[in-house]
């Protein structure tokens, strides 16, 4: 998985105007959001006969042959 964009100004930083963002410790800097963008995995076969319902892999799931036979 990837990590979503980084995008500094969505982070905020509360010090005085003197001191510069790169001489505060990193553990003191405050990230306004989540930085790594959510996924969602699904599954949906089409044929010429027809399509399948929508499955919906849960998080964490590793998509081998076994699960792909026994669920999908």
Known sequence: MTAAPKNS???????????????VA???LLRTRFTLSQ???VSVG???LGRTGLIVV???VKVNEAYY????
């Not at 905020?12 to 001489?23: N, T």
């Not at 036979?69 to 999908?72: A, E, G, N, P, S």
């Open 39 to 41: 996924s969602l995995m």
């Open 58 to 60: 849960e998080p964490g």
């Open 9 to 23: 100004q969505n982070d905020r930083l509360y010090v005085p105007a003197a001191v510069r963002k790169k001489d």
């Open 69 to 72: 036979l026994d669920v999908l």
């Open 46 to 48: 089409v044929s010429k």
């Open 26 to 28: 990193a553990k003191r």
